[in-house]
């Protein structure tokens, strides 16, 4: 089995930042892609970006996440980063992080692995 744990979630202001971390471990390996998505009250879960684990770390967005959000890795620490800026009461959810086998996966249907989540609150 893959295991994947969130941290960093909390509240913040409008206009403020958070990083959240994925610590990943078993099962996954580097040929994985680890991707965030979230997940707001009475909402589908959404992609947020993804990022391979494995050679120059390709990294993918969300159209409406691009310039606010980066995703990042640190392979020593088999940890996967997400740093939001620029946060507004619209990204309010539940964030969480996942592994996919498919290169670069944009679809929630195939990831495999997930984390329990982590709640980020923005206020107005």
């Known amino acids: 089995q893959g295991q994947l744990v969130e941290s960093g979630g909390g509240l913040v202001q409008a206009g403020g930042s958070l990083r959240l971390s994925c610590a990943v471990s078993?099962?996954?390996?580097?040929?994985?892609?680890i991707g965030w998505f979230r997940q707001a009250p009475g909402k589908e879960r959404e992609f947020v970006a993804a990022i391979t684990w494995s050679g120059g770390g390709g990294t993918y967005y969300a159209n409406s996440m691009k310039g606010r959000f980066t995703i990042s890795r640190d392979n020593a620490k088999n940890t996967v980063f997400l740093q939001m800026n620029t946060l507004s009461p619209a990204d309010t959810a539940v964030y969480y992080c996942?592994?996919?086998?498919?290169?670069?996966?944009?679809?929630?249907?195939?990831?495999?692995?997930w984390g329990q989540g982590t709640q980020v609150t923005v206020s107005s």
């Open positions: 078993g099962r996954i390996d580097s040929s994985y892609t």
């Open positions: 996942a592994a996919s086998r498919y290169y670069g996966s944009t679809y929630s249907s195939q990831y495999t692995y």
